[in-house]
């Protein structure tokens, strides 16, 4: 498991090493890390490091200093670098050290922009060391002028790789909003613990690869405010059937999903639902969905029976629900039922205040826009795409549901709990149906969770094992071609199948 910290608690750890006057020191393993692997990057790139042209934007504070020290050891192995400075003023032995190795230097100013990003496109490496977690409020000035540049001017033809140091300059290091332009890393050396910044919001985004360099505060870090899960905490996650199973006691998944109106939806959760594995899917809905489902997936037990008089395991109410009663009905049955269940799309607009952590909201922006209205917040889809972490912490909170909010990056709040953040997916994910997919997993393996004793944040650990899933199973279809809905149980029963190599053996803890 990744854990993130916000940038401001990071700062707070590396306190006690700098009132100790360690200050230097943590520099010096910040900026050999970053140079490590700057050279493992050019060396696999170019063969060598030798005669590599490389480019350090290097700003006013530690950052940028960070940033000079590694280009100083850059240059000692033979890279050609200029440092191009984007304030006047300069951490002055950093600078001293660059220099003292052979560096150029080039003061930017609005005039010097275009002259600064013919160097970088022509360089084979660009290390941003403009801002860190002491810049507030993006960047401004030559540098804001460059980074608004950078993505046209950069990405065309032949590319350098651009490495953040410690994040994205232009990026909030706590939330990952980005108030204005900012500069897109291939990947991110950060120091010390992995910010917020680089798990949620458009910075997820521009971080690109993250690589943590260790430089000795991690005993000062308190609780992390955002995780990811890796693969083996979701191998944990997924339980195998025993010898002495049978279907019933696997588990079995309720789906009231679909409508005349919108029959696909349910075929798709349940198809997704049953690749995940359970012991049943019992689905509640009109006779053609049934119908059709039955086409789809004879496995499938079909009825249009009610909540209250259908025994399950876990719930997924919504999908293609509609304006349709019977299904909202239900919807309301299943969150009031104390059963784990996932409200998606439609059935999200008869979600109340008070649900409990076991109900799991899962709506992209747009639908957690019109929640958070109806529920008297002031927001709009805009704001919730450029901070989504404190969105969804505030639809945890106000609404007592986990809540996964469905993105690029993929966030899931328990209220007052745990967020995790899993960037697992491919944008050839968004499109029609593929939500529907998400649920199903999700359902499925609520249904076959070993719930011994359900504890804070568990269920936003499953509902962020099933993003992952569903992430990766779509990675997995789109190297065929475009990802159609319809086909992704395939992927998602080989991403499962993949995900025995990574179960914890006999005695060994999983996550939960
Ligand atoms: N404090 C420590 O012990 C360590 C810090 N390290 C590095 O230090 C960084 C933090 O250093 P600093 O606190 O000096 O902060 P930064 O280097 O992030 O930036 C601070 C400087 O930028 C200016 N600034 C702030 N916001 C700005 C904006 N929006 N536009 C333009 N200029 C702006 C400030 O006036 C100040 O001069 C970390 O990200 C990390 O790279 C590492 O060396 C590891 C050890
Ligand atoms: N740009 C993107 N990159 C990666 N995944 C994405 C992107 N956009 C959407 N997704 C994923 O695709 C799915 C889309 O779900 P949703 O919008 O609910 O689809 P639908 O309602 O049509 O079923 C979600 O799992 C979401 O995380
Ligand atoms: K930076």
Same mark, same amino acid.
């Given at each position: 498991?990744?854990?993130?910290?916000?940038?401001?608690?990071?700062?707070?750890?590396?306190?006690?090493?700098?009132?100790?006057?360690?200050?230097?020191? *943590?520099?010096?393993?910040?900026?050999?890390?970053?140079?490590?692997?700057?050279?493992?990057?050019?060396?696999?790139?170019?063969?060598?490091?030798?005669?590599?042209?490389?480019?350090?934007? !290097? #700003?006013?504070?530690?950052?940028?200093?960070?940033?000079?020290?590694?280009?100083?050891?850059?240059?000692?192995?033979?890279?050609?670098?200029?440092?191009?400075?984007?304030?006047?003023?300069?951490?002055?032995?950093?600078?001293?050290?660059?220099?003292?190795?052979?560096?150029?230097?080039?003061?930017?100013?609005?005039?010097?922009?275009?002259?600064?990003?013919?160097?970088?496109?022509?360089?084979?490496?660009?290390?941003?060391?403009?801002?860190?977690?002491?810049?507030?409020?993006?960047?401004?000035?030559?540098?804001?002028?460059?980074?608004?540049?950078?993505?046209?001017?950069?990405?065309?033809?032949?590319?350098?790789?651009?490495?953040?140091?410690?994040?994205?300059?232009?990026?909030?290091?706590?939330?990952?909003?980005?108030?204005?332009?900012?500069?897109?890393?291939?990947? +991110?050396?950060?120091?010390?613990?992995?910010?917020?910044? *680089?798990?949620?919001?458009?910075?997820?985004?521009?971080?690109?690869?993250?690589? $943590?360099?260790?430089?000795?505060? +991690?005993?000062?870090?308190?609780?992390?405010?955002?995780?990811?899960?890796?693969?083996?905490?979701?191998?944990?996650?997924?339980?195998?059937?025993?010898?002495?199973d049978q279907k019933y006691s696997r588990g079995v998944?309720?789906?009231?999903?679909?409508?005349?109106?919108?029959?696909?939806?349910?075929?798709?959760?349940?198809?997704?639902? *049953? !690749?995940?594995?359970?012991g049943m899917?019992?689905?509640?809905?009109?006779?053609?969905?049934?119908?059709?489902?039955?086409?789809?997936?004879?496995?499938?037990?079909?009825?249009?029976?009610?909540?209250?008089?259908?025994?399950?395991?876990?719930? $997924?109410?919504?999908?293609?629900?509609?304006?349709?009663?019977?299904?909202?009905?239900?919807?309301?049955?299943?969150?009031?039922?104390? *059963?784990?269940?996932?409200?998606?799309?439609?059935?999200?607009?008869?979600?109340?205040?008070?649900?409990?952590?076991? $109900?799991?909201?899962?709506?992209?922006?747009?639908?957690?826009?019109?929640?958070?209205?109806?529920?008297?917040?002031?927001?709009?889809?805009?704001?919730?795409?450029?901070?989504?972490?404190?969105?969804?912490?505030?639809?945890?909170?106000?609404? #007592?549901?986990?809540?996964?909010?469905?993105?690029?990056?993929?966030?899931?709040?328990?209220?007052?709990?745990?967020?995790?953040?899993?960037?697992?997916?491919?944008?050839?994910?968004?499109?029609?149906?593929?939500?529907?997919?998400?649920?199903?997993?999700?359902?499925?393996?609520?249904?076959? !969770?070993?719930?011994?004793?359900?504890?804070?944040?568990?269920?936003?650990?499953?509902?962020?094992?099933?993003?992952?899933?569903?992430?990766?199973?779509?990675?997995?279809?789109?190297?065929? #071609?475009?990802?159609?809905?319809?086909?992704?149980?395939?992927?998602?029963?080989?991403?499962?199948?993949?995900?025995?190599?990574?179960?914890? #053996?006999?005695?060994?803890?999983?996550?939960?």
């Amino acid at each position: 498991m990744i854990s993130a910290y916000s940038g401001t608690a990071v700062r707070a750890a590396e306190r006690p090493l700098l009132d100790a006057g360690q200050g230097a020191e *943590l520099m010096q393993r910040a900026a050999h890390g970053l140079f490590s692997f700057c050279a493992a990057l050019l060396k696999e790139r170019r063969g060598r490091m030798y005669g590599a042209s490389c480019v350090v934007l !290097a #700003g006013a504070g530690n950052n940028g200093a960070d940033a000079l020290y590694a280009g100083a050891r850059l240059l000692k192995r033979g890279c050609a670098t200029t440092a191009v400075r984007t304030s006047s003023s300069a951490h002055a032995e950093a600078l001293s050290a660059f220099l003292a190795a052979g560096g150029r230097v080039l003061e930017l100013s609005t005039d010097k922009t275009d002259e600064a990003l013919q160097l970088c496109r022509a360089a084979d490496l660009v290390l941003d060391g403009v801002l860190g977690t002491g810049g507030k409020g993006g960047l401004r000035g030559p540098a804001a002028h460059l980074a608004a540049l950078a993505p046209a001017r950069l990405r065309r033809g032949h590319a350098p790789a651009v490495v953040a140091c410690d994040l994205p300059s232009g990026i909030d290091a706590d939330t990952g909003q980005a108030p204005g332009p900012y500069l897109q890393a291939d990947a +991110t050396v950060t120091f010390g613990a992995v910010k917020t910044g *680089l798990v949620a919001g458009p910075g997820a985004e521009a971080a690109g690869h993250i690589e $943590v360099v260790d430089i000795g505060i +991690t005993p000062y870090l308190g609780t992390p405010a955002v995780n990811r899960l890796l693969a083996p905490d979701i191998a944990a996650l997924l339980p195998r059937p025993a010898a002495g199973d049978q279907k019933y006691s696997r588990g079995v998944l309720g789906i009231a999903a679909g409508s005349d109106t919108y029959p696909g939806a349910a075929v798709l959760a349940t198809g997704a639902a *049953l !690749a995940t594995g359970t012991g049943m899917v019992r689905y509640l809905g009109p006779e053609p969905v049934r119908r059709l489902i039955n086409q789809a997936h004879p496995e499938a037990v079909c009825s249009d029976s009610t909540v209250p008089l259908t025994h399950v395991q876990a719930w $997924v109410a919504g999908p293609g629900a509609g304006t349709d009663e019977a299904q909202r009905r239900r919807a309301v049955d299943a969150m009031a039922s104390g *059963l784990p269940c996932v409200i998606d799309a439609d059935a999200l607009s008869a979600v109340e205040p008070g649900m409990g952590e076991q $109900v799991i909201l899962t709506p992209h922006a747009g639908e957690l826009t019109a929640l958070l209205n109806r529920l008297g917040e002031d927001t709009d889809r805009e704001s919730i795409e450029a901070d989504p972490l404190t969105w969804v912490r505030k639809a945890a909170a106000l609404t #007592g549901a986990t809540v996964l909010l469905k993105g690029w990056a993929t966030l899931v709040a328990a209220p007052g709990g745990p967020v995790f953040s899993q960037a697992d997916a491919t944008p050839w994910l968004a499109t029609a149906g593929s939500g529907d997919t998400l649920s199903g997993i999700l359902g499925a393996m609520l249904s076959t !969770a070993r719930k011994s004793s359900p504890h804070p944040g568990c269920y936003a650990a499953v509902a962020a094992a099933a993003a992952s899933i569903h992430g990766r199973a779509g990675k997995l279809a789109a190297e065929q #071609g475009p990802v159609q809905p319809s086909l992704l149980p395939e992927a998602i029963r080989r991403v499962i199948s993949a995900m025995e190599q990574w179960r914890p #053996g006999p005695g060994e803890a999983g996550i939960l």
